[in-house]
């Protein structure tokens, strides 16, 4: 093995390393100054849902004084549990849908810097493709329906 290349795979290693460690250090003071990073809004529909989820799922299993006086206790908690459902499809979609290994991207044609692509599948595959989007289809109406009943219900979430 030749010694430029490894020389060359550890600088990679360092400067990548580098690169984590001032970012850990500037999102730590943006935390600290702010309240909030860049890091954290780059996907912040992402932290939004892990935090309410965490909160939503110690609510539901606190020692509670009610519920909403239009709904039955067991109702309340189907509810909640809905919400939570909703929340963690928002951090995992793939443990409720997982995406088909079939099908492949192939190249069609290349004119100049453009490139076009057509995604190739087998008729055996195809199906599997047309049930995970039908799935994901009924997995979004039923997250976009929590979602706003929690939106329009959100003041009922005290004890």
């Keep these: 093995m030749d010694i430029k290349y490894i020389y060359g795979y550890a600088a990679e290693i360092i400067e990548d390393q580098y690169y984590h460690i001032r970012r850990k250090i500037i999102s730590t003071y943006q935390k600290l100054r702010y309240g909030s990073s860049d890091e954290e809004c780059w996907n912040v529909f992402r932290v939004i849902a892990r935090h309410n989820l965490k909160k939503l799922r110690y609510f539901r299993n606190m020692q509670r004084m009610g519920h909403p006086a ?8 189907n509810q909640i549990d809905e919400i939570i459902w909703a929340y963690d499809y928002i951090l995992d979609d793939e443990k409720y849908n997982p995406i088909p290994d079939c099908g492949e991207l192939k190249l069609i044609k290349k004119e100049e810097d453009i490139s076009q692509v057509e995604f190739v599948t087998e008729p055996s595959c195809k199906k599997r ?3 995970y989007n039908k799935k994901a289809q009924e997995l979004e109406i039923r997250k976009k329906k929590a979602l ?12």
Excluded: G, I, P, S
Excluded at 70 to 77: A, G, K, P, R, V
Excluded at 148 to 159: G, K, S
């Design 148 to 159: 706003v009943w929690f939106a329009e219900n959100f003041e009922t979430f005290w004890d």
């Design 70 to 77: 239009e709904m039955t206790e067991n109702d309340w908690l």
């Design 129 to 131: 493709w047309e049930e």
